[in-house]
């Protein structure tokens, strides 16, 4: 995804303190706003560009347009030792995330399960950020989320489900097991950066709002911000041949936890009538209520080598498992930097002199410049 | 997947009938034989024909070269008031999975959540059936199984995982949702059906020993059975293009519930030394702990309404909700008689011959005809 050309490197920690700086410019105290940023750094450490530095001026349009309410108080409408269901009010999705995550783990540490449904909450950035707290305390992680619709259903052509990603994590030496993606062919972000780019993406990736293929980012995406139709295909694509209505099925799973368990909206029903109206799903399990966490451990990371090391296919030189990716680029970036598109920095240094930040003493004498082609609306 | 020139129709009480008598001469008591029939012909009312009558004489096979044990008694080696491990001890994996599932429904009725992980087990059917269990209750279901390794990785050559299919069900008017397929594009059923047929299968389904894509499905399946290399793609296809690493994460899944949460073998260990092998796991989540489950049964059941109505694709009259087509299948087979392969009725005619049964008593003047193409190996 990386493209050189387009693309500048800037240290994580110059990131970091840009970021602390505008959440707390936005509102948020010091400790959300701390939140808030590792989440989105969590993002680009991990090399998902496209969910990092890429969204900070979606939440302050989000803050600014009252999306994102910054003083909502979540409210617990329902508890159990193993579930809970909590309202966020419009509050930020990140915090909502949260705190709904350490909910789930602390029921599972006492209960051996802990499943929060969270309703009335705004897009809360990458799935796995939340799962992985999970794993990161010896549990299985899983977050889940919907999103405002953009997946068109197998044979419809209006987008009825949102991306709706599903993430999955799991401990593993050496490395976790870390399964985080979209229930789409690929992500809206991936959209963007594309559109940003100006380049066309790959067939199958998305359909016109007549439910024609089409290659072309900023047409769809305009389509979408449009609300004129079509959108992204769910994984396995337009049809039953390949899959279509397994992708479609995944994505109603993501509904599932999120707005239905919430009662809350459904992706059809987010950004509509000036609400977020988005919702999440979190769900901790403890492996000691199975057996002894280290051989269960064990015996998975065995599993997970013992794909690695399968044999390649023509012309591959290696397998990979789910967070490998993740794993390699947080040293990669933190030694090199995390590369932001210019046409994110363009974005960055607007929302700067907005906010009365000086770009300048986090940037320097870096001047962004996006491409031509580049779509600019609100989508 | 109906093939009228390849396919005889025969009432479901005469092939309930034969699939009593059958089960009971392999060894099984009357009450488990009407637990595996239910099973297996379940599936054939769901227009699910890869998994009916179709696998009949595999499990006949399991019994007599000693994958299936059919006096084994499971042991529950772990269990708390969320969560059990069942060593199933090589038994039949219908019984096995109709007692797990029972066991994850008593938990969530107490306690909220039931998840069982069995070991040791042998193919269990659908994995539908089980999930089903639960949302007839009113709760919510999940089963997965792994299986004999036949999902080639991205960028392997050799199958490391199974098809893997995960269900998921709940309750919903007037059609409960029901989610219930293989993590890969498409079954080693399907593929066997199509060899049955002697049909090429669509691009994209399968590679080859060298890992190039093929067509043929008595090559995939020959080349499987000895164990020579290639096998299915997961879910969106060999790259990561059109997302087969994510389709690899979901089978990935269902190994974790299955294989990894009982410490029994996973995919790549199934049918190796004498031993399916083969590990389930089930869920079952009670929407009582997340509000009023008439609400929410309420509230899904208008997401899936929209679902219905959403504007259609160009050519397309239809947009379907996951279950809506087993459920109207359910209604025509019993009417017009369940769809049989002439190439399975001529397994039928073996396994009734062998066993001593009449097949005319139940089939009466019927003469089975396979086509010539067909791969007749212990796939
Ligand atoms: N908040 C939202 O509304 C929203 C919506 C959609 C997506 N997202 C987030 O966007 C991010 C990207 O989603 P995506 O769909 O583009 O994911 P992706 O296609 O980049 O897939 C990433 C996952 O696949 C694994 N992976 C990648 N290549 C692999 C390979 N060859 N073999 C094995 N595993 C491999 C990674 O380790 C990771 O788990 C996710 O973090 C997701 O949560 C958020
Ligand atoms: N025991 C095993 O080892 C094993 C292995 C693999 C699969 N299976 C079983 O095989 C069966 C078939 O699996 P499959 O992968 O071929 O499934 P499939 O491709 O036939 O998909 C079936 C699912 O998709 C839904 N569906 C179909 N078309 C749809 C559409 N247009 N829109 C919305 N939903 C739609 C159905 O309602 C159902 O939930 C499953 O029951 C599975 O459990 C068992």
Redo the contacts between chains.
């Keep these: 995804m990386a493209d050189a050309k387009n693309t500048v490197l800037f240290p994580y920690e110059t990131l970091k303190k840009l970021s602390m700086d505008a959440f707390q410019k936005f509102g948020f105290t010091e400790k959300e706003a701390d939140i808030i940023q590792d989440v989105l750094l969590t993002s680009d450490l991990f090399g998902i560009q496209s969910h990092g530095m890429q969204r900070m001026v979606r939440y302050h349009k989000g803050i600014t347009n009252g999306l994102i309410k910054i003083d909502a108080k979540p409210e617990i409408?329902?508890e159990?030792?193993?579930?809970a269901?909590i309202d966020g009010h419009d509050g930020m999705g990140q915090l909502l995330g949260h705190k709904a995550m350490e909910m789930a783990i602390e029921k599972a540490k006492k209960?051996?399960?802990g499943?929060v449904?969270v309703r009335n909450s705004n897009h809360y950035g990458i799935a796995g950020y939340y799962a992985k707290m999970a794993s990161d305390q010896g549990l299985?992680g899983f977050s889940c989320t919907n999103s405002e619709a953009i997946m068109?259903?197998?044979?419809?052509?209006?987008a009825?489900l949102g991306s709706n990603p599903i993430a999955?994590t799991?401990p593993a030496d050496p490395v976790d097991?870390f399964?985080d993606?979209s229930?789409t062919?690929?992500t809206r972000g991936k959209l963007e950066m594309y559109n940003k780019m100006g380049k066309a993406t790959?067939d199958?990736w998305a359909?016109n709002k007549?439910?024609?293929p089409s290659t072309d980012a900023a047409e769809v995406l305009g389509n979408i911000s449009r609300h004129e139709?079509g959108g992204i295909l769910p994984?396995?694509?337009?049809t039953e041949?390949?899959?279509g209505?397994?992708?479609?099925?995944?994505g109603?799973?993501a509904?599932?936890f999120s707005?239905?368990?919430?009662?809350g909206g459904?992706s059809?029903k987010c950004m509509v009538g000036g609400k977020s109206n988005i919702c999440h799903g979190f769900m901790a399990?403890n492996?000691e209520?199975?057996?002894d966490p280290a051989?269960?451990k064990k015996?998975?990371s065995q599993?997970l080598q013992?794909?690695r090391e399968?044999?390649?296919?023509?012309g591959?030189d290696?397998?990979?498992t789910?967070g490998e990716k993740e794993h390699e680029s947080v040293a990669k970036v933190k030694a090199e930097g995390i590369p932001v598109l210019n046409g994110t920095m363009l974005e960055v240094q607007d929302l700067c002199n907005e906010l009365g930040l000086d770009f300048k003493s986090y940037f320097g004498d870096y001047v962004p410049e996006a491409p031509a082609t580049m779509f600019k609306g609100n989508y």
């Design positions: 409408v329902k159990t030792p193993i579930s269901v209960s051996g399960v499943i449904s299985i068109v259903p197998v044979y419809a052509r209006k009825m999955w799991v097991f399964f993606c229930t062919v690929v790959p199958g359909v007549d439910g024609v139709g994984l396995g694509g337009a041949v390949l899959g209505h397994k992708g479609y099925g995944n109603m799973i509904e599932l707005s239905i368990l919430s009662q459904t059809n399990i492996p209520f199975f057996g051989e269960i015996h998975f599993f013992e794909l399968a044999p390649k296919a023509q591959q290696r397998i990979y789910h």
